[in-house]
C-alpha cells in the first residue's frame, strides 16, 4: 500500500494509525486482526473520513473479543475471509455503521477491487464507496456471542419493549450493522441498531453481493451470487449457507421509528430463544423484517416480533423461504395458558416470549405478515398474532404455501384483546392442501369493541380439520367469534374441492361464548360463513371428552343476531354426531342457512356431547333453530332461523335430523326441501315449536319420498299452532310407524298438503296410531283440528297400451299330422322371446332366402322304382363335389339327422337346406341353381313324373347304400343306421 497501516500498542489500547487515504475512504490492511477480553483497537481517523476500509490478509480466524472504536461518523468495514468471531465482550463505539465480511475482496468499481486472497494493491485506490463484496468458492463463517451492556441511552419506551440491556454488538440509531459472510452464527450474542438497519447474509458459492449507501446506512443485493443444484446445474437456486441464531441470542431493530432486519440465507434457524425484534416506538412508522432463505425454522421458544407501542404503524414481517417454513414453540400447554390468559384479559402482545408476533400495542397500526413458501408447518403450540391490544388496527397476515399448510396445535390469528379498540386484521390462507388438526386453529375473533377480522380459505385440493385434543379451550377449526364486547364478528370463507372436518374440529362464527365458568351473553353482530367445496364435504363426530360438537356452527348467545351460514358442494355427508347449525340461545335471531348439495347429501347416526355436566345426545343433522337440547337451562327468545336444503339425493337416518325447531319462545324458522328424491330411515324433518310461533316446512321432489323405521316429518307446536307441510313428490311411501304430522297441545292443528301421484303405507288419520300416519290433530279437541289435504291425480289405465298387429295364434294348427309318425311320442316347443312365428298361411318374409321347386325329370334307364315306390340311393350334388348322406348343404360342417338348420323350427332327416322350407328328397342345392337330374327306369314304361312324398327317414341296404324311405317296415331285418329322433 502506498501508505501502511500501524499498529501502536498501549497496554490494552492498540491505536491504529497510518493506513492510505482516497478521498473520504481509509484503506487499512492487516496480517493479523484480533482483541482478547479488556482490549480496545482504536481506529484514529482524520474526521473527514468516511469509510475505514480493512482487510485481513494472514489467513487466519480474527477472534475480536474487545472494543472496536473509530472518530466520527466513520463506517468501519473488516473483511477476513478465513473468517470473524465476535467474543461475549465484543463491542463497538463507531459513529458508522458497521460490516464484517469473509469475502475475499471489496469491489472497489472500475474493475478495481480492494483484496485480501490477493493483497496486491491496486494501482489507484478508488476515492468512491465500495460497490460489493466479491466471494471465494468457501467463505469463512462468522460469529457472534457479544454480551457487551450498551453504552449508549436507552430510547424512549424501550421499558415497554422485550429490548435486553445486554446490546451485544451495537451501532448508533439509524446506522447499519452488517454480518455477511460464509455461515453465519449468533451463539448467545446480540445485535442492535436502533432505528436501523441489520444485515445477515450467508452465501456458499461464489458471487458478488452488491451494497449502495442509504440514508439508514447501506442495502445489500444478492443477484450477483452463483446460482447451481447438487447436479451442477447453472440455472438452479442460488447456493446460500446457514444463519442460526441460539441460546437467547437477540437480534433488535427497535426504535422511535422501528427498524429493519434482513436474513439473506439457505437454512436459516431460530432457536432456544432466539429472536428479531423491530418494535416501533414514537410517531414514525416502522419498517420490515424480511427473511429469504430455502428454509426456514423456528424452534423452541424462538420469537419475531414487531409490535407497534406509539403512534407510527408497526414494521412489516415478510417471509419468503423457497422450500419450507417450520415453527415449533416448546408446548401445547403454554398455548392453552395464553389462551386462558386472553380470556381473563391479563396478557399483552409484549409479553410473548416466543412465536411470531405482528401487533399494535399504541396508537399505531400492526404491520402485515407474509409468509410464501411451499410449506408451512405449525406445531407444538406456536403462535402467529397480529392482534390489536391498543386503539390501533392488528395487521393482517397473509400465509401462501404452494403446496401445503399444517396447523398442529398451533394458533394463527388476528384478532383484538379485551380493553382495546382497534379492529382486528384479515387472514388469508392460500394452498393446496390446509390441515388443521390436535388444537390447530386460525382465528380472527374479536374480545373488544372493535371488529373482528375476515378469514379466508384458499385452498386447490382439500381442507383438513381433525380431531381437538382433550384439555384444549378451543376446538381445532377456523373461528371469527366476537365475544366479551359489542365489535362485530368476521365473515368466514373457505373454497376448496374436499372439505373434512372430524371429532370436534369446528368452522365457528359466535356471538357471545359459553365457555367453561359459564355463559357469555356479550358478543357483537355475528359473522357470516361460506363454504364451497366442489367435490365434497364430511363431517364426524364431537370431541372425545364431548365438549365440543363437529361441523360448522354459527350462533349467538347475545342480543345480536348470528350471521348466515351457506354450504355448497357436490356431496354433503354428516355423520355419528357432527352438525351444520345456525341457532340462537338468547334474544339474537338465528341467521339464515343455505345447503346446496348437487349430487347427494346424506345426514346419519348420532354421537354424545358433554357440555356444563349435561351429557346429551346430540344427533347428525342441519339445524337453524332458537335454543339448544344440549343447553336447556339457556331459554331462547329470538327466532330460529331458515333453513333452504337444494340436493340431488338427500338421505337422512338412524337417528340423523334437518331442523328449524323453536325449544323457547322464539319462533321456529321455515325449511325448504328441493331434492331428486328423498328416504327418511330412522330420520327426522322438524320445524317444531314450543311456545313460539310453528314453522314451516315446503318438500319439492323430482322423485319419491320414502319414510320407514319410525321417521318424522312434523311442524308440531306446544302452546301455539301447529306448522304447516307442504309435499310434492311423484310418490310417497311411508312404513313401519312413520309419520307426517302438524300436531299441536294447545293451539290449532297445522295444515298438511301433499301432492303425488301415488301414496302407499299411510293415510290420513284422525288421530296417530301404531301405523303410518298423517294427522293435524290438537289435544284441544277436534274442532281445533288442523286440516290434510291429498292430492293424487287420477290415473288413466288405458294410456300407454299398445294395439297388437296379429291375432293370438292357434298352436294346434301349426302341428303336422304326419309329422314324425314314426317316433314314439311328438311334442312342439316354442322357445325364444319373440312369441310365435308367423303362420304358415300368411305371407313370407320378403327377406327370406327361396329354393329352387322346378319339376324333377325322369329317366327309365337309370333307376328301377318298385310297386313299394322305394327309391333307390339317391346322390346329393353342393357345388363340384358329392357329399356323403350326413353332409348336408347349411355351411362347412357335416350335420347329423338330429341336426337342424339355420331357422326357428327342427328340420326332418331329409332337410339340408338353409332357406324356411323342407326341400324334397331331390332338392339338395342352395341358392338359385337347380337340382342334378335323377333318372330312374321301370320296365319299358314311358317316363313319368314321380309324385314327392314327404320321407320320414332313411336306411342302409345290404350294398351299404342310403335310402331314403316314407315309413320304414319296422320289421326291416336293416336296422336305421342312426336312430330316429324324437320332435322337439
Known amino acids: 500500500m502506498p501508505v501502511n497501516s500501524m499498529v501502536i500498542e498501549n497496554g490494552n489500547s492498540i491505536r491504529i494509525e497510518g493506513g492510505t487515504q482516497a478521498g473520504g475512504n481509509l484503506f487499512h490492511s492487516f496480517q493479523e486482526f484480533s482483541l482478547t477480553a479488556g482490549q480496545e483497537a482504536?481506529?484514529?481517523?482524520?474526521?473527514?473520513?468516511e469509510n475505514i476500509i480493512s482487510r485481513v490478509t494472514g489467513g487466519t480466524i480474527s477472534n475480536i473479543d474487545g472494543l472496536l472504536r473509530a472518530n466520527g461518523s466513520a463506517n468501519l468495514f473488516l473483511l477476513n475471509p478465513a473468517g470473524i468471531v465476535f467474543g461475549p465482550n465484543a463491542q463497538l463505539n463507531i459513529g458508522g455503521s458497521f460490516l464484517a465480511t469473509s469475502a475475499d475482496s471489496f469491489i472497489l468499481g472500475e474493475g478495481l477491487e480492494y483484496s485480501a486472497t490477493n493483497p496486491i494493491a491496486p494501482p489507484l485506490l478508488t476515492v468512491n464507496v465500495p460497490t460489493g463484496l466479491q466471494f471465494?468458492?468457501?467463505?469463512?463463517?462468522?460469529?457472534?456471542?457479544?454480551?457487551?451492556?450498551?453504552?449508549?441511552?436507552?430510547?424512549?419506551?424501550?421499558?415497554?419493549?422485550?429490548?435486553?440491556?445486554?446490546?451485544?454488538?451495537?451501532?448508533?440509531?439509524?446506522?447499519?450493522?452488517?454480518?455477511?459472510?460464509?455461515?453465519?452464527?449468533?451463539?448467545?450474542?446480540?445485535?442492535?441498531?436502533?432505528?436501523?438497519?441489520?444485515?445477515?447474509?450467508?452465501?456458499?458459492?461464489?458471487?458478488?453481493?452488491?451494497?449502495?449507501?442509504?440514508?439508514?446506512?447501506?442495502?445489500?443485493?444478492?443477484?450477483?451470487i452463483a446460482r447451481g443444484n447438487a447436479n451442477g446445474n447453472a440455472n438452479g437456486n442460488a447456493n446460500f449457507g446457514n444463519i442460526e441464531l441460539s441460546g437467547l441470542a437477540t437480534v433488535d431493530a427497535s426504535g422511535l421509528g422501528g427498524g429493519a432486519i434482513q436474513l439473506r440465507g439457505g437454512d436459516v434457524t431460530l432457536r432456544e430463544g432466539a429472536s428479531l425484534i423491530a418494535a416501533t416506538l414514537g410517531n414514525q412508522d416502522g419498517r420490515t423484517i424480511d427473511i429469504q432463505a430455502d428454509r426456514l425454522r423456528l424452534q423452541d421458544r424462538a420469537l419475531i416480533s414487531t409490535i407497534a407501542f406509539g403512534d407510527g404503524a408497526g414494521a412489516d414481517v415478510r417471509i419468503r423461504a423457497r422450500d419450507s417454513v417450520e415453527l415449533a414453540a416448546s408446548g401445547f400447554q403454554d398455548l392453552v395458558n395464553i389462551q386462558i390468559s386472553a380470556v381473563v384479559a391479563s396478557i399483552q402482545p409484549s409479553d410473548l416470549e416466543s412465536g411470531l408476533v405482528v401487533a399494535s400495542q399504541g396508537n399505531g397500526n400492526a404491520g402485515t405478515l407474509t409468509i410464501d413458501t411451499e410449506q408451512l408447518t405449525m406445531s407444538n403450540g406456536f403462535l402467529i398474532s397480529t392482534a390489536a391490544a391498543g386503539s390501533g388496527d392488528g395487521g393482517n397476515v397473509v400465509a401462501r404455501a404452494s403446496e401445503s399448510i399444517e396447523i398442529i396445535g398451533s394458533?394463527?390469528?388476528?384478532?383484538?384483546?379485551?380493553?382495546?379498540?382497534?379492529?382486528?386484521?384479515?387472514?388469508?390462507?392460500?394452498?393446496?392442501?390446509?390441515?388443521?388438526?390436535?388444537?390447530?386453529?386460525?382465528?380472527?375473533?374479536?374480545?373488544?369493541?372493535?371488529?373482528?377480522?375476515?378469514?379466508?380459505?384458499?385452498?386447490?385440493?382439500?381442507?383438513?380439520?381433525?380431531?381437538?385434543?382433550?384439555?384444549?379451550?378451543?376446538?381445532?377449526?377456523?373461528?371469527?367469534?366476537?365475544?366479551?364486547?359489542?365489535?362485530?364478528g368476521g365473515n368466514i370463507q373457505v373454497n376448496t374441492k374436499r372439505l373434512t372436518i372430524t371429532d370436534g374440529a369446528q368452522i365457528g362464527n359466535q356471538s357471545g361464548a359459553l365457555l367453561g365458568t359459564g355463559l357469555v351473553p356479550l358478543g357483537g353482530l355475528g359473522g357470516n360463513i361460506v363454504v364451497n367445496a366442489s367435490e365434497s364435504v364430511e363431517l364426524a363426530r364431537p370431541s372425545p371428552d364431548g365438549l365440543f360438537n363437529g361441523g360448522i356452527i354459527n350462533i349467538t348467545y347475545s342480543r345480536f343476531p348470528a350471521g348466515d351460514l351457506t354450504v355448497s358442494t357436490r356431496n354433503l355427508i354428516v355423520r355419528e354426531g357432527a352438525s351444520i347449525s345456525n341457532s340462537t340461545v338468547s334474544t339474537g335471531r338465528s341467521g339464515t342457512m343455505t345447503i346446496t348439495a348437487s349430487d347427494s347429501l346424506i345426514l346419519t347416526g348420532a354421537g354424545t356431547t358433554n357440555r356444563l355436566g349435561a351429557v346429551t345426545n346430540s344427533p347428525s343433522g342441519l339445524t337453524s333453530?332458537?335454543?339448544?337440547?344440549?343447553?336447556?337451562?339457556?331459554?331462547?327468545?329470538?327466532?330460529?332461523?331458515?333453513?333452504?336444503?337444494?340436493?340431488?339425493?338427500?338421505?337422512?337416518?338412524?337417528?340423523?335430523?334437518?331442523?328449524?325447531?323453536?325449544?323457547?319462545?322464539?319462533?321456529?324458522?321455515?325449511?325448504?326441501?328441493?331434492?331428486?328424491g328423498l328416504q327418511l330411515d330412522g330420520g327426522i324433518l322438524s320445524a317444531a315449536t314450543v311456545s313460539g310461533a310453528g314453522g314451516n316446512m315446503t318438500v319439492r321432489l323430482q322423485e319419491d319420498l320414502q319414510l320407514r323405521r319410525g321417521s318424522s316429518i312434523t311442524t308440531n307446536a306446544g302452546n301455539t299452532?301447529?306448522?304447516?307441510?307442504?309435499?310434492?313428490?311423484?310418490?310417497?311411501?311411508?312404513?313401519?310407524?312413520?309419520?307426517?304430522?302438524?300436531?299441536?297441545?294447545?293451539?290449532?292443528?297445522?295444515?298438511?298438503?301433499?301432492?303425488?301421484?301415488?301414496?302407499?303405507?299411510?293415510?290420513?288419520?284422525?288421530?296417530?296410531?301404531?301405523?303410518?300416519?298423517?294427522?293435524?290433530?290438537?289435544?284441544?279437541?277436534?274442532?281445533?283440528?288442523?286440516?290434510?289435504?291429498?292430492?293424487?291425480?287420477?290415473?288413466?289405465?288405458?294410456?300407454?297400451?299398445?294395439?297388437?298387429?296379429?291375432?293370438?295364434?292357434?298352436?294346434?294348427?301349426?302341428?303336422?299330422?304326419?309329422f314324425c309318425s314314426a317316433g314314439a311320442g311328438s311334442e312342439f316347443t316354442v322357445t325364444g322371446r319373440g312369441g310365435l312365428p308367423p303362420s304358415?298361411?300368411?305371407?313370407?318374409?320378403?327377406?327370406?332366402?327361396?329354393?329352387?321347386?322346378?319339376?324333377?325329370?325322369?329317366?327309365?334307364?337309370?333307376?328301377?322304382?318298385?310297386?313299394?315306390?322305394?327309391?333307390?340311393?339317391?346322390?346329393?350334388?353342393?357345388?363340384?363335389?358329392?357329399?356323403?348322406?350326413?353332409?348336408?348343404?347349411?355351411?362347412?360342417?357335416?350335420?347329423?339327422?338330429?341336426?337342424?338348420?339355420?331357422?326357428?323350427?327342427?328340420?326332418?332327416p331329409m332337410e339340408t337346406n338353409s332357406g324356411d322350407r323342407s326341400s324334397s328328397p331331390e332338392e339338395t342345392n342352395s341358392g338359385d341353381r337347380s337340382s342334378s337330374p335323377v333318372e330312374t327306369e321301370f320296365g319299358k314304361s314311358p317316363a313319368f313324373k314321380q309324385t314327392i312324398v314327404e320321407a320320414q327317414g332313411w336306411i342302409v341296404d345290404a350294398d351299404g347304400a342310403v335310402v331314403l324311405v316314407a315309413n320304414p317296415p319296422e320289421t326291416n331285418p336293416q336296422s336305421p343306421w342312426l336312430p330316429l329322433p324324437a320332435c322337439q
Open 625 to 676: 333453530s332458537s335454543g339448544l337440547a344440549e343447553f336447556p337451562n339457556l331459554e331462547a327468545t329470538g327466532a330460529g332461523g331458515d333453513l333452504r336444503i337444494n340436493a340431488g339425493e338427500l338421505i337422512v337416518r338412524d337417528g340423523a335430523q334437518i331442523a328449524v325447531n323453536s325449544l323457547g319462545s322464539g319462533d321456529a324458522g321455515s325449511l325448504e326441501i328441493v331434492a331428486d
Open 840 to 908: 304358415p298361411n300368411e305371407v313370407l318374409n320378403p327377406d327370406t332366402v327361396l329354393d329352387d321347386l322346378r319339376p324333377v325329370s325322369i329317366n327309365t334307364s337309370q333307376a328301377e322304382m318298385g310297386s313299394d315306390r322305394t327309391l333307390t340311393p339317391v346322390e346329393t350334388n353342393s357345388g363340384d363335389r358329392s357329399l356323403t348322406p350326413e353332409e348336408t348343404n347349411s355351411g362347412d360342417r357335416s350335420l347329423t339327422p338330429e341336426e337342424t338348420n339355420s331357422g326357428d323350427r327342427s328340420l326332418t
Open 411 to 488: 394458533t394463527l390469528g388476528t384478532g383484538t384483546l379485551r380493553g382495546s379498540t382497534g379492529n382486528a386484521g384479515d387472514a388469508i390462507a392460500q394452498t393446496q392442501r390446509l390441515v388443521l388438526r390436535d388444537g390447530g386453529f386460525i382465528n380472527v375473533s374479536t374480545f373488544a369493541a372493535g371488529a373482528a377480522g375476515n378469514l379466508v380459505v384458499n385452498a386447490s385440493e382439500s381442507v383438513e380439520m381433525l380431531g381437538t385434543p382433550v384439555g384444549a379451550v378451543s376446538p381445532t377449526g377456523l373461528f371469527a367469534n366476537s365475544i366479551f364486547d359489542t365489535g362485530s
Open 136 to 224: 471465494g468458492a468457501n467463505p469463512g463463517a462468522i460469529a457472534n456471542q457479544s454480551q457487551a451492556m450498551s453504552n449508549m441511552p436507552l430510547p424512549a419506551l424501550a421499558s415497554a419493549t422485550p429490548t435486553p440491556a445486554n446490546v451485544g454488538l451495537e451501532v448508533l440509531p439509524g446506522r447499519t450493522l452488517a454480518l455477511i459472510g460464509g455461515d453465519v452464527f449468533l451463539e448467545n450474542g446480540n445485535l442492535t441498531a436502533s432505528q436501523g438497519e441489520i444485515q445477515l447474509g450467508s452465501v456458499a458459492s461464489p458471487g458478488t453481493v452488491s451494497f449502495i449507501p442509504t440514508a439508514t446506512g447501506l442495502a445489500f443485493g444478492y443477484e450477483g
Open 721 to 818: 299452532d301447529g306448522g304447516n307441510i307442504a309435499i310434492n313428490v311423484e310418490n310417497l311411501a311411508a312404513l313401519e310407524n312413520s309419520d307426517i304430522t302438524a300436531n299441536a297441545e294447545q293451539g290449532r292443528g297445522g295444515r298438511v298438503s301433499i301432492n303425488a301421484r301415488g301414496i302407499f303405507g299411510t293415510a290420513f288419520r284422525e288421530a296417530p296410531t301404531p301405523d303410518s300416519d298423517i294427522t293435524a290433530t290438537s289435544d284441544l279437541g277436534a274442532q281445533f283440528s288442523g286440516t290434510v289435504e291429498i292430492n293424487t291425480p287420477e290415473v288413466d289405465t288405458n294410456a300407454g297400451l299398445v294395439e297388437l298387429d296379429e291375432e293370438v295364434v292357434d298352436v294346434s294348427k301349426l302341428i303336422s299330422q304326419n
Open 42 to 49: 482504536f481506529f484514529n481517523n482524520a474526521l473527514e473520513v
